[in-house]
């Protein structure tokens, strides 16, 4: 399954983007899907994940601010980002959880102050 991210761009702090995932494939088997992201000169994160079941889980840093979410029957997942803050810039791609090694090409958030 490949997996394209979309959605990012260029918002003001405390605005929202709501980022999409396409996968080629079926998801319906993949237990858990995830957003992760990289900001420059840091090391990739874990976003969030979401399972089968829509069991979810955040980065502390997200918590009440993110909501991911699961379309099976599109293959797509989202993550509806709120109240953004200029640390949360960075690349954000989506996989499988735990990822595999490939990462495709992200989408670009940037907040500014």
């Known amino acids: 399954v490949q997996l394209q991210a979309s959605g990012g761009g260029l918002v003001q702090a405390g605005g929202s983007l709501r980022l999409s995932c396409a996968a080629s494939?079926?998801?319906?088997?993949?237990?858990?899907m995830g957003w992760y992201r990289q900001a420059p000169g840091k090391q990739r994160e874990l976003v969030s994940r979401?399972?089968?079941?829509?069991?979810?889980h955040y980065a502390d840093s997200v918590k009440g601010r993110f909501t991911i979410s699961r379309d099976n029957a599109k293959n797509t997942i989202h993550l509806q980002m709120n109240s953004l803050k200029p640390e949360d810039t960075a690349v954000y791609y989506c996989?499988?959880?735990?990822?595999?090694?490939?990462w495709g090409q992200g989408t670009q958030v940037t907040g500014s102050s």
């Open positions: 996989n499988l959880w735990p990822a595999i090694n490939d």
């Open positions: 494939g079926s998801i319906d088997s993949v237990y858990a």
């Open positions: 979401i399972t089968t079941g829509a069991w979810t």
